[in-house]
């Protein structure tokens, strides 16, 4: 039973003022606390108890009716809840003219970042979000509609230069999106065709007043002009520009006369957060080809099992590992400027794990996981990829390397200096044509990190490393002959169970030396799906996707071929809890060897990614020597100097304090 009330409870009812107070106006509160101490006692904590939200709704300041023709805010790194901020003032409501937003550093979570999106919607053209708590949640269909340009500006006609998107069935993914492929042309899939470097032909309305109508689709930009910059020293002399012109007869506001009005999104800003590569390609995927300037310098390679390896501890990898396709012109055909990880060109990931020297991890990332990423998403970005982009920045970039970083970024250097001399001859070619021809790319940024040390004893390590009690081997029954045969193609994660949906057997008998040794003699595969199908596709139905049918996908033949990487993903698909997030194949998949137009189980694919054995997959990397990569790119450099092979474009060598 409960206490009984007290004879002041029983013989007081509630004071009718705290039953009234909520009800009366914030501008009666001031007046109410002058009234007696009674009132003082009800009123006076409402008044004080957040000042800066009282005020800015009391609208005290006199130059508050300034703050609906902000255009540019930047509100980063200060303290405070942006929830709060968003459901006061910080919303379309009290700054309809804003179109430049900073929010970083904020400690912003998801929630909260949805509530900003809804509250500005197709308002903002420029928003930063680097640097706080933002994961794939937020990428979801309000925001993916309500903050883009619709409807998209992709079309076919480009489609034997670039290639276009296609979704021969209405099939989506809970976490994918929709399972769109890229079609290839003859050309497009080479990136050779000879009008590549043409910029688009302009815009022609049949009536003067048709460029306003909005029911017209987007018109992508032609790639010629400069980028709009988002800087608050840009904006001001955009509007000053404006304010100075003699050509406009009307009066006009000046934010009305910004570029990208009511457009949405164009420059997006999402560093330093706790994106998934997977999320990220969904973001770029779906954002209707508004983008114009990208930045994201940090987003995991996760595996959903890479946490279900036993007592070991796998190490982070992090990167924008098979994303090379996403910044091709028939997916961001609008992207001018892009800043994002160096395995977009290195296909080099950082990993990092607790108790790993950074020495240890920059070996292993550019031994056993570069050679299972080369064979897995061979695609590594190119300049001719996108001709349209003029800006690129890579990031993280390791100071030293054993090879592959330094060969990678000198490649990208030929590759730009190879476009520079093509677009020459394009010029030449096309002297006579009034088509004007594109610039390609012209600024690269390599942002470095700090120096590290070679010493595994280093003390940030905590002494003398332990392999054995660091990285868990993801299957002890491989043998070393096992072992040798994916060394190049990559190994699959920890056969442990997860939880997760999956196909066929529980069981996972299939890592035994004779299969093995049965299948690589020539033998078709004798675990599921090979023991009940003959044919080289199943038809199957995963919880995570959105379809009415079930899904035809590709399993392989079963046996050994020429391609190592569907070697690893038909022997991967013997463990059913690889046998999960079923999407469409890539153009690096198909690279690699899978059919145009097929579905797969991405889980099994990604595993390729990870050494089976990361203790001698580390260990084999421990002798090999680090070169200093700055010092190797400018011998590079120097060498191609006055040379046909040089290029001409700026670059810059930054070292930045990450880690």
């Not at 800015?56 to 709060?84: C, H, M, T, W």
């Not at 570069?370 to 990829?385: C, G, H, K, L, W």
């Not at 392989?556 to 991967?572: C, F, K, L, Q, S």
Request: charged fraction near 20%.
């Amino acid at each position: 039973m409960e206490n009984l009330p007290s004879y002041e409870e029983a013989t007081s009812g509630p004071d009718w003022l705290s039953l009234a107070a909520p009800f009366v106006p914030l501008s009666s509160w001031r007046q109410c606390c002058l009234v007696d101490r009674r009132f003082y006692r009800e009123f006076a904590p409402r008044l004080w108890k957040d000042p800066l939200v009282t005020v800015r709704q009391l609208g005290l300041d006199p130059n508050d009716a300034y703050f609906r023709e902000l255009v540019y805010l930047d509100v980063s790194y200060i303290p405070g809840s942006v929830k709060s901020s968003v459901l006061s003032s910080l919303n379309s409501r009290f700054l309809p003219e804003l179109r430049v937003l900073k929010v970083q550093g904020r400690e912003m979570d998801d929630t909260t970042a949805c509530l900003l999106f809804r509250a500005f919607r197709h308002q903002l053209w420029s928003l930063n979000l680097s640097e706080n708590k933002l994961t794939d949640r937020i990428v979801d269909d309000d925001f993916l509609t309500g903050c883009f340009s619709s409807p998209p500006s992709r079309t076919n006609a480009h489609f034997e230069k670039e290639g276009k998107l296609v979704l021969p069935r209405d099939v989506r993914s809970r976490t994918y999106g929709p399972l769109q492929f890229i079609e290839e042309s003859e050309f497009s899939s080479a990136f050779i065709h000879p009008e590549r470097y043409l910029a688009d032909a302009p815009f022609y309305s049949m009536r003067a007043d048709e460029v306003e109508c909005q029911e017209l689709p987007n018109i992508r930009a032609n790639g010629l002009g400069p980028l709009h910059k988002d800087t608050a020293g840009a904006i001001k002399c955009e509007l000053l520009d404006e304010a100075l012109s003699a050509a406009t007869v009307t009066p006009i506001l000046l934010h009305s006369r910004l570029p990208f009005r009511g457009k949405g999104l164009t420059h997006l800003y999402l560093n330093q957060n706790r994106f998934t590569s997977s999320g990220i390609g969904r973001l770029l995927r779906s954002s209707t080809d508004s983008l114009e300037h990208f930045e994201c310098d940090f987003c995991l390679h996760t595996h959903r099992l890479s946490q279900h390896s036993g007592n070991g501890v796998w190490p982070r990898v992090v990167g924008l590992i098979g994303s090379a396709y996403l910044f091709r012109p028939a997916i961001s055909s609008n992207l001018r400027s892009l800043r994002v990880h160096h395995s977009l060109v290195t296909l080099v990931p950082t990993l990092m794990a607790e108790g790993l020297p950074i020495a240890a991890a920059r070996r292993l990332a550019e031994s056993a996981f570069y050679r299972n990423i080369r064979r897995a998403y061979p695609q590594a970005f190119a300049p001719d990829m996108n001709p349209r982009l003029s800006s690129l920045t890579l990031t993280n970039i390791p100071s030293r390397s054993i090879g592959p970083v330094i060969e990678q970024l000198i490649l990208l250097l030929k590759l730009m200096s190879a476009q520079q001399k093509a677009i020459r001859d394009a010029r030449v070619a096309f002297s006579g044509h009034r088509q004007p021809l594109l610039g390609g790319l012209r600024y690269l940024r390599l942002e470095m990190e700090r120096e590290f040390s070679d010493d595994l004893s280093d003390p940030s390590s905590g002494g003398e490393v332990d392999f054995d009690a660091l990285l868990d081997p993801g299957n002890e029954t491989f043998s070393d002959e096992t072992l040798s045969f994916f060394e190049e193609s990559g190994g699959v994660t920890s056969r442990k169970g997860s939880g997760l949906p999956m196909y066929g057997g529980s069981k996972s008998q299939f890592n035994k030396p004779e299969l093995y040794a049965d299948f690589s003699s020539g033998h078709r595969l004798k675990t599921w799906p090979y023991s009940s199908y003959d044919a080289e596709y199943i038809s199957l139905h995963e919880p995570n996707l959105i379809t009415s049918s079930p899904v035809e996908v590709w399993i392989g033949t079963g046996r050994i071929g020429p391609h190592p990487a569907v070697n690893e993903y038909m022997w991967n698909l013997q463990d059913p809890n690889l046998r999960i997030n079923i999407g469409p194949a890539t153009p690096d998949h198909v690279a690699a060897g899978v059919p145009p137009f097929s579905y797969i189980f991405h889980g099994a694919w990604d595993a390729i990614v990870f050494p089976k054995d990361l203790q001698s997959a580390l260990r084999a990397s421990m002798p090999l020597p680090f070169r200093d990569v700055a010092t190797a790119i400018k011998e590079y450099r120097l060498g191609t100097k006055g040379t046909p092979e040089y290029w001409e474009g700026k670059i810059e060598l930054v070292r930045t304090s990450s880690v």
